[in-house]
C-alpha cells in the first residue's frame, strides 16, 4: 500500500476543510431556525435500522441505494440510512402518533452505494422537512412554500420549480392493461423523454385506442400555465382521478404564484421522479447554471400504513453541503488577529473577550511564527494605541 492509498477517499466521498465546514455549519443552524418558525419539529433519526423497517414502502431504487450491514447482536440485516424520510414515516406512524397533523424537520448524514447525478455525493447531509396528517392542496402549497424559503435562505435569488403528479401516469397505465415487461418499457421511454419509442410501444402494445393516444400525448405536457389546460383537453376521457390530479396541480401552483412571483413554475405531467414511491404531486427547484434539482420531494401518502398506522404526507429534501456550495457567498475571512506576547495586558484581555462575546471571531498569533491570517479566518488585527488602547483595524499585510 502506497502513501497515496492511505488517504485517498472512495468516489463519492468528500471530506469538508475550513472554511467551508464553517459555512455549511451556519446554513444548517439558519435552516433548522426556519423550520422551527414554520412550526416543524426537529428530529433525529438513527444512522442505521433493521431493514424490513428502512425499506418499507421505499420501492426498488432505495433499496439498490442502500449499504447493507449484519448487526453483530442479533444477526439480523441492517441498512445505513441512504434517505431519511422513511425513518421520520416511521417516527411519525410509530413513535409519535399524533392525531392531528405534524410537522418534522431533519439535518443527517446520510451513506448511499451510488449518487443520484454525476456531479452527486454518496455521503450528502440531508437536510428537509415532512409534513404528516393531511392531504389536499393547502399541505402541498406548505411545504412547496418551505422549500422556496429555504432555496431563499441559502441564497438563491431565482428559482425554477418543476411540478408533476404522478397519479396521471399511473391512472392511464391502469386503463391500458398492459404486461408487465410492457409497462417497463414504455416507463423507461417515458423516463427518458424517447417520444418515438412511446408512441412505438403504445402502438404495439395498448389495444384502446383511446388510452393510447393519451399516453402519447402526455409524454409531451410540458410547459408553462398553458399545458394545464391543454391537459385537460387532450386527456378529457381519462378516469375522474386524473381530472383532479390537474385540478390540485393547478390549484397548488396558482397558490404557489400568489406568494411567490419570482418562482418561474413549469409543468411536466409525466415527470415519473420515485414513482414507485410517491403517491401523487411531485416537484424539484433548480437555479440557473446547474443542471440538477437543488431540491425534491413530493406526496407519498400511507407510507406508514405498514407500521399500522396510514396517513397522508409530503415533503421535500436537499444536500445541505450542495445547496452551500452553489448558493453561499458569505465572507469566511471576517476574524480578528490578536498579537502574540501580550498576554499579561489586561487592557487587550478585556478587548478580546468583549469581541468574543460579541460573537466575533478573535484569534491569537503564536509566538516566533509566521502566520498567514486569511489562513485563520481573518481579516482585521487588533492595534494597540499611544493611549494603550486596542482598537480593531483590517490588516494592511501578512502576518
Excluded at 14 to 39: K, M, N, Y
Excluded at 132 to 161: P, Q, R
Excluded at 290 to 304: I, K, T, W
Excluded at 311 to 337: E, I, Q, W, Y
Aim: with cysteine; aromatic share 8%; charged share 25%.
Amino acid at each position: 500500500m502506497t502513501i497515496a492509498d492511505r488517504w485517498l477517499l472512495p468516489d463519492g466521498m468528500e471530506e469538508v476543510l475550513p472554511p467551508q465546514a464553517r459555512q455549511i455549519e451556519s446554513l444548517r443552524r439558519e435552516l433548522l431556525d426556519l423550520f422551527h418558525c414554520w412550526g416543524y419539529d426537529l428530529v433525529f433519526p438513527p444512522p442505521a435500522e433493521y431493514l424490513e423497517s428502512l425499506l418499507t414502502g421505499s420501492g426498488n431504487d432505495l433499496d439498490l441505494q442502500t449499504f447493507k450491514i449484519t448487526d453483530q447482536l442479533t444477526g439480523r440485516l441492517m441498512g445505513v440510512a441512504a434517505d431519511i424520510t422513511p425513518q421520520v414515516a416511521r417516527m411519525d406512524a410509530h413513535s409519535m402518533r399524533r392525531q392531528g397533523p405534524a410537522r418534522f424537520c431533519y439535518c443527517a448524514n446520510v451513506l448511499r452505494t451510488k449518487s443520484n447525478n454525476m456531479l452527486g455525493s454518496r455521503s450528502p447531509m440531508q437536510v428537509g422537512a415532512e409534513l404528516f396528517g393531511h392531504a389536499g392542496v393547502e399541505s402541498d402549497s406548505e411545504i412547496l412554500g418551505l422549500m422556496i424559503a429555504a432555496l431563499g435562505t441559502a441564497g438563491a435569488e431565482k428559482i425554477y420549480l418543476d411540478l408533476g403528479h404522478v397519479g396521471i401516469y399511473r391512472a392511464l397505465i391502469s386503463e391500458a392493461g398492459l404486461e408487465a415487461d410492457q409497462e417497463k418499457q414504455l416507463f423507461n421511454a417515458i423516463l427518458q423523454k424517447a417520444y418515438g419509442d412511446i408512441d412505438q410501444i403504445v402502438a404495439r402494445d395498448v389495444a384502446n385506442a383511446s388510452v393510447r393516444g393519451m399516453i402519447s400525448r402526455l409524454a409531451r405536457l410540458n410547459g408553462g400555465f398553458e399545458v394545464l389546460a391543454q391537459a385537460q383537453i387532450e386527456l378529457a376521457d381519462a378516469p375522474t382521478s386524473v381530472k383532479e390530479a390537474l385540478d390540485s396541480v393547478e390549484q397548488t401552483a396558482k397558490l404557489i404564484q400568489s406568494q411567490y412571483p419570482n418562482v418561474e413554475i413549469n409543468f411536466d405531467l409525466s415527470e415519473l421522479r420515485g414513482y414507485n414511491y410517491h403517491t401523487g404531486m411531485v416537484f424539484a427547484a433548480y437555479i440557473p447554471g446547474y443542471g440538477h434539482p437543488v431540491a425534491q420531494g413530493g406526496r407519498y401518502d400511507e407510507a406508514g400504513k405498514v407500521f399500522g398506522r396510514a396517513r397522508p404526507a409530503t415533503g421535500f429534501s436537499a444536500d445541505l453541503k450542495t445547496l452551500a456550495k452553489l448558493l453561499r457567498d458569505n465572507d469566511l475571512n471576517n476574524g480578528v488577529m490578536a498579537p502574540a506576547g501580550f498576554s499579561d495586558d489586561e487592557e487587550l484581555l478585556c478587548t478580546v473577550r468583549a469581541l468574543r462575546s460579541e460573537g466575533t471571531r478573535v484569534v491569537y498569533a503564536m509566538p516566533g511564527q509566521d502566520i498567514n491570517a486569511s489562513e485563520m479566518g481573518c481579516d482585521s488585527e487588533l492595534v494597540r494605541k499611544d493611549d494603550g488602547q486596542w482598537v480593531v483595524e483590517p490588516i494592511n499585510q501578512i502576518f
